[in-house]
């Protein structure tokens, strides 16, 4: 008879295994239309006239950035598979730099944007920079369309003990109280009303 702890331990290395080839397969199925929509809506693009009209400017917009924001969300559902298996290999970093980096790879939109001193830290460069990639974009993003866009990169004194922490805010719309856990969850979305 087995031992039930390492048949639930094979069971689940199985289930894992099953997971991940899932996800690829899924991803990779699901990205062909998209290469095939944006192929299309390229063709179409390119055969109408150049005309100067509002309208037909802003669906060009909604269509390269509906295939666009489709293209990277099957990409962040392959990559979230990949999570479990990533391992957190930690290494000296220079969280200014990453920082620096992320502003250089963003479209500020004019947004002032003012880093404080942040010390060096051990973590994944990779890992860090995609967090603070999202909140940067996040925060040009959701600007406040009344007052000019405010970013402000530092550090946490609340940190425990031998952690750094990197607080990023800025004075865009905000989240709602209420729904801020929701931000957390895989593949949520918060509707327009439930922003501040």
Do not use: W
Not at 11 to 30: I, M, N
Not at 69 to 93: F, H, M, N, P, W
Not at 115 to 143: D, T
């Amino acid at each position: 008879m087995e031992d039930s702890g390492a048949s639930k331990s094979e069971t689940e290395r199985k289930l894992g295994t099953v997971d991940k080839s899932f996800a690829f397969v899924a991803v990779h199925d699901l990205l062909q239309p998209v290469i095939t929509i944006e192929s299309a809506v390229a063709l179409l693009l390119s055969r109408l006239p150049e005309i100067e009209d509002d309208e037909l400017t802003t669906v060009k917009t909604h269509l390269h950035s509906a295939t666009a924001r489709l293209r990277t969300r099957i990409k962040g559902v392959l990559a979230y598979s990949r999570l479990q298996e990533q391992s957190l290999d930690r290494e000296a970093l220079n969280p200014a730099s990453i920082v620096g980096s992320c502003l250089g790879d963003l479209d500020t939109d004019g947004a002032e944007v003012e880093v404080g001193e942040l010390p060096r830290a051990q973590g994944s460069p990779v890992l860090v920079a995609q967090v603070v990639q999202n909140l940067l974009s996040n925060a040009f993003k959701y600007r406040h369309r009344d007052r000019p866009c405010r970013v402000e990169v530092s550090t946490s004194d609340k940190a425990p003990s031998g952690l750094v922490t990197i607080r990023i805010a800025d004075n865009g719309i905000g989240v709602a109280p209420k729904v801020r856990t929701k931000i957390f969850e895989l593949f949520g979305r918060l509707h327009s009303d439930l922003l501040c």
